[in-house]
């Protein structure tokens, strides 16, 4: 949902663009030709000058309309700064573009792009900074360039946030989750009633009611069992019945393994006791017959 002018009331939902990377190029006299710029110097107070942006840029309703006023003062203080440092035509022209151009970048999209706007700001001063025809020329001098660099960084992009929150839609995530196997939460009513069997109270049912004469209360019958606890029974009841047949067999198990040890264990004292008995008798005898 997004919201224009920081308000509650939902508007058509635009396109919205997301953050990208621009190309920069020569952009003297493309925002201000000759003409304007001679009007400009020609002016002598403060309000001259913004009426002659007022005329250019169609800025007529900036004392009424805040984001107006906002971008008159933007464009106002660039061309004091230019002013102010002895720019020539062609350079007062250039940087009031390289300004004019940064702010589009950073309104173009209600997504953070404070680094593809300040990297297009960087690559538009390098493009008036160096003498590479047609794809730049050498412009302003490296002073000029830091000058220009640190204006533009303390008085805009120290403000970033600021000019976005102005001119970009308020962009909220309106968000719904369903689970699998659970029923849909009914919508609250606008009485503020928790709705019954899922239906939403209406406000002739919200109106009071003349009680009815009391009557004697009946034993409510008794609600069936929630089928969560009918299956956990028959669970229980498996798991004890399965567990019982298996200590069944772990007994017989066992008394077999016994008989069997049992059985090894006579038959082996059997053939002792028997095999004992053999060699006394023929020891007695060999014993009778060296007598002899």
């Not at 946030?161 to 939460?185: C, I, Q, S, W």
């Not at 090894?264 to 053939?271: A, G, M, Y």
Request: proline fraction near 7%; glycine fraction near 4%.
């Amino acid at each position: 949902m997004l919201l224009n002018d920081q308000t509650d009331v939902p508007n058509e939902v635009p396109k919205l663009i997301q953050p990208r990377c621009h190309k920069a190029k020569v952009c003297v006299w493309s925002d201000l030709t000759v003409n304007d710029v001679d009007r400009i110097n020609e002016s002598l107070n403060a309000d001259h000058i913004k009426q002659v942006l007022a005329d250019v840029f169609n800025l007529d309703d900036h004392k009424e309309n805040l984001k107006t006023g906002i971008v008159m003062d933007l464009y106002f203080y660039t061309l004091q700064f230019a002013r102010d440092n002895n720019f020539t035509k062609e350079k007062t022209s250039a940087f009031f573009s390289i300004v004019k151009k940064t702010h589009e970048v950073c309104i173009e999209t209600p997504f953070g792009n404070l680094d593809q706007t300040f990297n297009y700001f960087k690559d538009l001063l390098l493009c008036h900074a160096v003498n590479r025809p047609p794809h730049s020329i050498e412009l302003f001098t490296p002073d000029e360039i830091r000058k220009i660099t640190e204006y533009t960084v303390n008085t805009y992009f120290r403000h970033f946030k600021m000019y976005k929150y102005a001119f970009t839609p308020l962009v909220r995530l309106d968000l719904t989750l369903n689970y699998t196997g659970m029923p849909e939460t009914p919508p609250p009513s606008e009485a503020g009633e928790t709705p019954a069997d899922g239906d939403m109270v209406t406000e002739e049912a919200a109106e009071p009611v003349e009680p009815e004469p009391a009557e004697v209360p009946q034993p409510e019958p008794k609600s069936p069992e929630p089928e969560e606890s009918k299956a956990r029974k028959e669970l229980r009841a498996m798991v004890q019945s399965y567990l019982t047949d298996e200590i069944k067999k772990m007994k017989s198990s066992v008394e077999e393994q016994l008989k069997v040890t049992e059985e090894s264990l006579n038959k082996k004292i059997d053939v002792a006791e028997g095999g004992g008995n053999k060699s006394g008798k023929g020891g007695r005898g060999s014993a009778k017959g060296k007598k002899k």
